[in-house]
């Protein structure tokens, strides 16, 4: 059996001024991560640590976190630098696998250039053609699986849709000044959403170009609902490409196979979505036994926020798939 899990575990970090404390999540999140019991386990919000100052950053949080459980002595790999030099400092993706890790590498800006945008709200106005970047690299592996299968793995975490910030146009981090300076970076964060979903789905293609038959999966928190532009990006489904000889380059969502009241891994301002995603070429698809989703305790994370509430779990929901061998 193979075991495939996803979970954000949000701003996982170990500073002094956290509130709460690392310490306090620890015995929330610890067992969360142990029920899952996953061969393949993708992380994403881990941040990396400075040790006495010195670079390059670890990731000593999740080192933390991750002792005494069977996790601690699995293959890791994890986004770096653009120097490769170390972890980044906020929201590393990592990728723990019982089985060896024959190769990975972090991927932003390969396949899609950044797009060029003059912000047209801008304060002072601005005739500068400004790159906009990815927040994040995906992160890309090659496992070896124990029949001697290789697995294709991409962790996401795609740009939320909080709009990017215009200069001149903020009051404060989360406040302002004008409906226009919002729209347009809410335009803009649309943009980077689709546009790293375009990245990936691109690499997905390359994996298949190599191998039409070959076993992937796409995990992590696309920040997407499934029937959202970078969801249907990643996708690629017939309805969408109407070109039945695409059907074995679909990614099959597994969270279709679980009830449509149970499809849900955040709930914002009592709305619940499903962000967090597992996709599975074809082949992979068709030895799925089962689909959990951990999300009976999951918090509103807009309430907490707005009651000032800092939580000790995680408000994204584990999600774990568990397939046959080949």
């Known amino acids: 059996m193979l075991r495939i899990a996803t979970f954000n575990l949000e701003n996982l970090d170990d500073s002094s001024s956290l509130e709460p404390p690392l310490a ?55 986004t770096d630098r653009p120097d490769g030099k170390g972890a980044i400092d906020k929201h590393n993706l990592v990728v723990l696998s019982r089985f ?3 190769s990975s590498r972090s991927v932003r800006h390969l396949k899609v ?13 601005s005739d500068a053609l400004e790159p906009l970047r990815w927040d994040r690299p995906i992160l890309q592996a090659v496992i070896q699986l124990e029949s001697g299968e290789k697995l294709h793995l991409l962790n996401l975490h795609l740009r939320a849709p909080l709009a990017v910030s215009v200069p001149g146009q903020k ?13 347009e970076g809410y335009y803009l964060a649309a943009i980077k959403r689709s546009g790293q979903a375009l990245e990936a789905r691109l690499l997905v293609e390359e994996i298949f170009d190599a191998d ?40 099959i969502d597994m ?49 907490d926020h707005m009651a000032g509430h800092q939580s000790r779990q995680s408000h994204h929901a584990p999600m774990v798939v568990l397939f046959d061998d080949g």
């Open 100 to 102: 060896p890790i024959l």
């Open 212 to 251: 039409p038959g070959a076993l992937i999966a796409v995990c992590g928190d696309i920040n997407a609902d499934d029937y959202a532009v970078p969801a249907r990006i990643l996708k690629a489904e017939l309805d969408d490409t109407e070109n039945p000889g695409l059907d074995k380059r679909v990614l």
């Open 24 to 78: 306090e999540r620890i015995p929330v999140l610890r067992p969360q991560l142990e029920d899952l019991h996953a061969d393949v386990l993708c992380l994403q919000e881990i941040n990396g640590q400075k040790i006495d100052g010195k670079s390059p950053r670890i990731l000593a949080a999740l080192d933390r976190l991750l002792e005494g459980t069977a996790y601690a002595d699995f293959h890791r790999v994890f």
């Open 113 to 125: 250039e950044p797009p060029s945008v003059r912000m047209e709200q801008a304060i002072p106005e």
């Open 255 to 303: 969270d279709e196979r679980l009830p449509e009241e149970e499809r849900f891994s955040v709930i914002h301002h009592s709305r619940k979505q499903m962000l967090d995603h597992i996709l599975v070429s074809p082949k992979l698809a068709a030895r799925c036994r089962s689909v959990q989703l951990v999300n009976w305790n999951v918090r509103d994370e807009y309430a």
């Open 171 to 183: 009051l404060s981090p989360f406040s302002w000044k004008s409906v226009a300076g919002w729209a």
